[in-house]
């Protein structure tokens, strides 16, 4: 939307400051997916995929590395495997090296917590397409230290 700068603060004011550029045509079409029912049938059928996926990785892992634990609830789209301790850097950069992109627990660490908190990944189980997943398991289960 263009406006005259005398309008702007009022504009965004009533639309909100959250979305302040979502397009007519963006709410339209989700209307109509809401209302014709296409967005309950593609929630249902991600939920159910992210389910399968986050299965198959708690399977996986339990398997190929047991001494790395699952944590956090199963819902979402990311799961935290917990590491020994001082083995999260080292695992982080095997990570990518095997062409993976997983985060350190360590960086969701408020910057002046001087705690030792635990060693993790944050691993993203949804991102992967359906034809790599396997592989990209794989190459998680390289990346980690041995038991």
Known sequence: ????????????????????Y?????QLTL?????????DRHVRRMRQRHRSRRD???AVLAERAPHVRVSGISAGLHAVLDLPRGSE????????WQGLAVEGL?????PHDTGAGRDGLVVGYAT???HVYEEAL????RALPPG
Do not use: I
Not at 22 to 26: G, I, K, Q, R, V
Not at 31 to 39: E, H, M, P, Q, R
Not at 138 to 141: E, N, Q, S, Y
């Open 31 to 39: 209307a109509d997916l809401v209302a014709s029912g296409a967005y």
């Open 1 to 20: 939307m263009a406006l005259p700068e005398a309008l702007v603060d009022d504009v965004v004011a009533a639309k909100g400051e959250r979305e302040p």
């Open 89 to 96: 850097r080292t695992v982080v950069e095997a990570a990518a």
């Open 56 to 58: 198959r990785l708690v």
């Open 22 to 26: 979502a397009s007519a045509a963006e």
């Open 128 to 130: 992967p397409p359906e």
């Open 106 to 110: 360590a960086d969701y660490r408020h």
């Open 138 to 141: 794989d190459a998680l289960c």
